[in-house]
């Protein structure tokens, strides 16, 4: 019985409630997002980050001498290596997935820095299938002069191919020195660099905000520190790094194991904010590791840099025109400011205090010059140990104004979970719900989340902002699932959970109209569970599991012998195959199940035999 009372107003809907997190993982940016179609382009690969990368790695050598140089030749000090061809000699390249995609009819600019030993070089690009048979006429260049100096031309292409490949070659003799080899359609999202389809699908869900870049890609530097010697590599995601000529932006080997270009970088999301009609919301590192590592940076001088970064950051993306980093914005093709009013620093961070001590500073720091920007705190990762009760309560007593929280949880989560924020401290923080997902992506996942964001609503007084995570997966290339778009290289498609988000968030209320539902629970015929499971770095057995109902009556005792459960691998055989989880008996007839360890989330199928009946 659904009992409505629509002469009552409930809390109020903020339009930009709903919105996006962008995080570029599962190859979410280079090879997804950014439309940039051909990969390493600046041979900047490197095994120190993957162990299957080289400085060639998606490119095969054509003809003659073939090197990926490292020298004082180099472009600048961000763009490392190059590529050295001792002439006559090329190189293809394979892009991403199945290769380089085309579209009969569409026009794709080609670009090059190249120099050359000889008084001229002729240089000549051409898209062609996998056996070299050409999809459009070749672009033909004279390179002239041993400078760096930048080449363009246009493939048009005259057949559609998803198997494609960039031929590059150098006629002639002596050497010739490319490097930034890139492949980039006409046709993008307003023009501005972006994958058409994935751009428009976003755009679709018309979001009330993006949060990006991460997630834990923010914390690279829990990996190697905030500022590695390895020149631009291996740092946290700093948005320095990321802004200006793409020639002159550092590569980066990120959180999730691969190397990112930061084509798509802070400009990038600002303007693709703005083109989506969102809030631009950045997170940027807070000098904690969160993500479950626990180093802590302790230096002063280095939190005092990235401050002063953070409030250049918000100069950048708000500033006139004329101020120092307004003016790098308008040089970049945009006077107008951004329009930022909301920041995160760090998150998922575990170490509650040390967090707090350097989130203030930022705070602090931003407010006292900027009062107006909400600096987004968090509350770690999902409830483990006591931090996020630690956390929230240390970023009450801080008067923190928003919490960033997380979550991924199974169905059954979700549903038991609709009054979560019910009893939320209405004269507090107020919640971002940054990340959150039911762990898979079935219609069941969508409408357990779909139920769960009913409660989200009832409470939009308390939760501003809500965004599902990941937003998007490159099949071929999945560090984690569920995502709510998936993509290869020529076509993407939404998941339930998309479609169900887009319903919402295409739908925005003003207010809530208070109701309430009853219901008689049915009986429950005996259960086969679906256990979603992420463990960080290292491999985790699980064993003695405790299943009980909803009011905590025990269903199962915690010590499953063969024959009361059996754990099996989900429908997705082939996940567990790739990730290395199997299943064992251990010496007294019991099952377990050994995770890879791969900091995804997996779905595991737990059969039981129920030995007693509830109502849930
Ligand atoms: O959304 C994927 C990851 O989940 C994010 O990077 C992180 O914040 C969370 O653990």
Request: glycine share 10%.
């Amino acid at each position: 019985t659904l009992k409505i009372d629509a002469t009552k107003k409930g809390a109020s809907i903020d339009d930009s409630m709903y919105g996006v997190f962008f995080e570029d993982i599962n190859r979410a940016a280079d090879g997804g997002l950014y439309a940039e179609l051909v990969q390493n382009r600046s041979f900047e690969y490197d095994p120190a980050d993957n162990a299957s990368y080289h400085g060639l790695t998606s490119w095969a050598p054509h003809s003659g001498t073939v090197d990926v140089a490292d020298d004082t030749g180099r472009m600048n000090e961000r763009n490392r290596r190059y590529l050295k061809l001792g002439l006559p000699a090329g190189v293809i390249n394979s892009g991403y997935n199945s290769g380089i995609a085309v579209q009969s009819g569409q026009r794709y600019d080609f670009s090059v820095w190249a120099r050359t030993d000889q008084a001229s070089t002729p240089l000549t690009a051409a898209v062609t299938d996998p056996a070299g048979t050409p999809l459009g006429d070749p672009v033909k260049i004279q390179v002239r002069g041993d400078g760096w100096t930048r080449y363009t031309g246009t493939v048009r292409a005259q057949k559609t191919s998803t198997t494609g490949r960039l031929l590059v070659t150098g006629g002639g003799a002596g050497t010739l020195r490319l490097d930034m080899i890139s492949l980039l359609p006409q046709d993008t999202f307003k023009g501005h660099g972006l994958r058409r389809d994935l751009a428009e699908k976003i755009a679709a869900l018309k979001p009330g905000f993006v949060r990006f870049p991460g997630g834990c890609l923010v914390n690279t530097g829990s990996h190697y520190g905030y500022d590695a010697p390895n020149f631009e590599r291996r740092r946290s995601y700093q948005w320095k790094d990321t802004i200006g000529p793409v020639e002159q932006r550092a590569t980066n080997w990120n959180f999730w194991g691969y190397n990112q270009s930061y084509g798509l970088g802070y400009f990038e999301y600002f303007q693709f904010s703005e083109d989506v009609g969102a809030m631009p919301l950045p997170v940027v590192p807070a000098l904690v590791t969160g993500c479950g590592q626990n180093r802590v940076t302790d230096d002063p001088a280095l939190l005092a840099r990235h401050v002063q970064d953070t409030l250049d950051l918000i100069e950048f993306a708000n500033g006139p025109a004329d101020s120092t980093w307004g003016r790098k914005r308008a040089e970049m093709g945009h006077p107008k400011p951004f329009k930022l009013t909301h920041l995160a620093v760090g998150n998922e961070e575990n170490l509650p205090d040390e967090f707090m001590a350097r989130f203030t500073k930022f705070r602090d720091a931003i407010n006292a010059k900027y009062p107006d920007i909400t600096v987004v705190s968090n509350s770690g990762p999902d409830d483990t140990g006591g931090t996020f009760d630690r956390l929230w309560q240390l970023n009450k007593q801080a008067g923190v104004k928003m919490i960033d929280e997380h979550y991924y949880n199974s169905p059954s989560w979700f549903l038991e979970n609709n009054n979560r924020y019910d009893s939320y401290d209405r004269n507090g923080p107020k919640v971002f719900l940054g990340e959150y997902a039911s762990q898979d992506n079935r219609y069941f996942n969508a409408l357990s989340e779909a139920a769960f964001m009913t409660g989200l609503e009832r409470n939009a007084d308390v939760v501003k902002l809500a965004s599902y995570a990941p937003l998007l997966a490159n099949e071929d290339y999945v560090q984690w699932r569920p995502d709510m778009i998936w993509f290869n290289n020529h076509a993407s498609w939404g998941s339930a959970s998309y479609e169900m988000q887009k319903l919402f968030m295409t739908n925005v209320g003003d207010h809530v109209v208070p109701s309430t539902a009853s219901a008689t629970p049915s009986t429950q015929a005996p259960i086969t569970g679906a256990i979603g499971l992420s463990t960080w770095a290292t491999a985790a057995t699980y064993d003695d599991v405790n299943v009980t109902s909803a009011a905590g009556q025990a269903l199962f005792s915690d010590d499953f012998s063969g024959t009361d459960a059996q754990w099996t691998k989900s429908g997705r055989g082939a996940w567990n195959v790739v990730n290395g989880a199997y299943v064992q008996s251990d010496a007294a007839a019991e099952d377990t199940l050994v995770t890879a360890g791969d900091k995804s989330w997996r779905d595991y199928t737990l059969n039981l035999k129920a030995t007693k009946q509830a109502g849930r």
